[in-house]
């Protein structure tokens, strides 16, 4: 077993930045991952707000800093603003396109506003990415939908350790032969 995960939830908000309401995105994902994940990892929350440049500085300092799983809520819809995507684009290595595509899949069933969103994921060195709703039960709906393709995607970039609840994720790993 590799060592434990170190996990970032990077809040995109200007009003959250500025203290002018209470961040809701950053503690609802905190709160899936502590209800689902099995082993023991880090998670540290942070808010930035928005802009392109500002994203995706503090994105590298995430990844320069040992994140191995960034979770980046908010600035994915179609305002002027939300350029979280493009920010998250702008320090990629690699895209996973399929991620923000189940996202949209899973996120249409309840809402039909979801085809706005611009959510995907990434990888920079050993560190996943993934761009999601501010809404704590989009989230939800958005985490329950890809998750279970999260640990096996750390295995194989060779970051950090995530095991899951299997009543309520269950992680895919392929049996070793």
Known sequence: MTRPARIAILTVSDRAARGEYADKGGPGAEEWLRDV?????????????????VVAAKLRDLVEGGADLILVTGGTGPAPRDQTPEAVMDIAH???????????????????????SRQTAVSRDATLIITIPGKPSAIATCLNAVFAAVPYCLDLLGAGYIDTDPAKIRAFRPKAK
Do not use: N
């Open 94 to 116: 690699r895209e996973y396109p399929g991620f923000g595509e189940e996202m949209r899949r899973a996120s249409l069933r309840e809402v039909p506003t979801a085809i706005l």
């Open 37 to 53: 994940i099995t082993s023991p990892v880090q998670i540290d929350r942070h808010i930035v707000p928005d802009g392109r440049d």
